[in-house]
């Protein structure tokens, strides 16, 4: 049945009715663990005080009795001075020696064998007591006391019918108390879990909508400073940067695909021309193989570059203390012998910083080898500067080259992915490199920074903070 209705199954199992049964659970069991002590206390003391009572009265009765030679009339109703036996709802019957009633109490007593044995009695202040009599509709108990040389005997009875309605009476109350308290908690239980849970309610709305449309653009509500606000804000947050990294994807693709289709339409003209290699002359043949090799290769870092690009969006590498300068001699003494340039590492302050190796080596081979492309015929030497600032875990890294250096209305471009200036078209390259650089730097909290050199060339590097994004987990951000 479970099975077949989980709508009315869920809303058995909600967070809303889990606290108003749970309010009304703990506050039954609270409610009956006090009422049974405060019944069981009220009712002890009643009864003993009843029966205090009761046993006060036959002991004087049977203090008196010894002591004065008495006769059945001197109890009698209507002989002064003995009101001492008849409190509130305590009933006094007088017997005769031969166990007779001879002064009828209110109402009548009933008089066994042994009371009339205990009349006949030679010993004064003997006693026999009868518990739970049925007189007249109410339960009594009743102490016959004799008079002593077999002159009579009194009873003495007292009402406990009236003690046990007080406590039925009680204990109806004391139920009908717990029920409501009961109730009540009920309902304040499910007030309270109404007003707690609707946020998580619109929360789970949200993330039912996103599963279901799979927009992420979803307003998600992120009222309140407790720990349900802060939930909220966090999947807020949540979905601004799945939503990000979509777009970032989306443009990604669209950005890779505009960009390969020139290499591989390249190809196709190169691969059609191969058809009728035999009809071209041996230049011809030449420069179609060194072209179809150059197409080749470029779309080898173009893909290898997107790669690199990808992963590093995504990058699990385990952060950790790197030295910048001495990446930066690792990375000089790569280029020097790829490209055959100078390069020169100048280092100050701390360098260390907390990221991740292979990230940053990758950023700062791309600064290089860029400095290198764009300044093929110079003679100076590439410069990497690795400064460290006042403020600790903080390090900057750049790199100078004497190129033509880096157009006004360019600066600002050169880190978006694929832009390349006018100037650079004719080089190899994706224009993906500084994009990379860029990426880097934001997934180490710091950002990337390009500016033209005095005297000619171009400065361009990154920063690196002390912690790795923004949120402290996994330093990415987008």
């Known amino acids: 049945?479970?099975?077949?209705?989980?709508?009315?199954?869920?809303?058995?199992?909600?967070?809303?009715?889990?606290?108003?049964?749970?309010?009304?659970?703990?506050?039954?069991?609270?409610?009956?663990?006090?009422?049974?002590?405060?019944?069981?206390?009220?009712?002890?003391?009643?009864?003993?005080?009843?029966?205090?009572?009761?046993?006060?009265?036959?002991?004087?009765?049977?203090?008196?009795?010894?002591?004065?030679?008495?006769?059945?009339?001197?109890?009698?109703?209507?002989?002064?001075?003995?009101?001492?036996?008849?409190?509130?709802?305590?009933?006094?019957?007088?017997?005769?020696?031969?166990?007779?009633?001879?002064?009828?109490?209110?109402?009548?007593?009933?008089?066994?064998?042994?009371?009339?044995?205990?009349?006949?009695?030679?010993?004064?202040?003997?006693?026999?007591?009868?518990?739970?009599?049925?007189?007249?509709?109410?339960?009594?108990?009743?102490?016959?006391?004799?008079?002593?040389?077999?002159?009579?005997?009194?009873?003495?009875?007292?009402?406990?019918?009236?003690?046990?309605?007080?406590l039925r009476n009680l204990q109806q109350r004391t139920l009908l108390l717990m029920l409501a308290v009961v109730t009540a908690a009920g309902l304040f239980g499910w007030w309270l879990a109404r007003r707690i849970t609707r946020r998580l309610v619109m929360l789970t709305s949200a993330a039912e909508a996103v599963a279901r449309t799979r927009r992420l653009g979803i307003d998600v509500p992120v009222a309140g400073s407790d720990e349900v606000g802060r939930l909220g804000r966090a999947f807020d947050r949540m979905l601004g940067r799945l939503a990000q990294s979509e777009d970032d994807q989306r443009r990604l693709v669209q950005d890779a695909g505009h960009e390969l289709r020139t290499p591989l339409t390249s190809l196709r003209t190169n691969i059609s021309l191969l058809r009728r290699i035999d009809e071209l002359p041996p230049g011809a043949r030449e420069e179609l193989v060194t072209d179809l090799g150059d197409e080749a290769r470029e779309l080898t870092d173009l893909v290898n570059e997107l790669v690199d690009l990808a992963a590093g969006q995504s990058d699990t590498e385990p952060p950790q203390r790197v030295d910048l300068a001495e990446l930066a001699e690792d990375v000089a003494g790569a280029t020097r012998r790829r490209t055959g340039r100078p390069i020169v590492v100048r280092a100050s302050g701390d360098t260390s910083a907390l990221g991740r190796p292979q990230m940053l080596t990758r950023a700062l081979t791309n600064l290089v080898e860029n400095a290198a492309k764009f300044d093929r015929g110079g003679s100076m030497p590439i410069e990497i500067v690795v400064a460290g600032p006042a403020r600790p875990g903080t390090v900057q890294v750049e790199v100078l080259d004497r190129g033509p250096g880096v157009a006004d209305a360019d600066l600002l471009r050169i880190f978006d992915r694929f832009f390349r200036a006018a100037d650079a078209r004719a080089l190899p390259g994706s224009g993906l490199g500084l994009s990379i650089v860029r990426e880097v730097a934001l997934a180490h909290g710091g950002a990337p920074f390009a500016h033209r050199r005095e005297g000619g060339g171009s400065v361009i590097g990154f920063t690196v903070s002390g912690g790795l994004g923004e949120e402290g987990g996994d330093g990415e951000e987008e």
């Open 1 to 166: 049945m479970c099975l077949g209705r989980p709508g009315r199954l869920t809303r058995l199992l909600s967070l809303r009715t889990t606290f108003a049964v749970s309010f009304a659970l703990v506050a039954a069991a609270v409610t009956v663990l006090v009422g049974f002590l405060s019944y069981s206390s009220a009712a002890g003391l009643l009864r003993v005080d009843k029966q205090s009572i009761f046993d006060e009265v036959v002991s004087d009765l049977q203090g008196e009795v010894r002591e004065q030679r008495m006769t059945p009339l001197d109890f009698s109703s209507s002989a002064p001075g003995h009101d001492l036996v008849r409190p509130a709802r305590t009933d006094v019957q007088v017997l005769g020696p031969d166990g007779g009633v001879v002064d009828k109490g209110s109402p009548g007593l009933p008089v066994t064998g042994a009371d009339r044995e205990i009349a006949g009695a030679a010993d004064a202040g003997r006693l026999v007591v009868h518990k739970d009599i049925d007189v007249g509709g109410d339960v009594y108990r009743i102490a016959t006391v004799a008079l002593g040389d077999g002159r009579g005997a009194v009873q003495v009875a007292q009402e406990f019918s009236d003690t046990e309605d007080l």
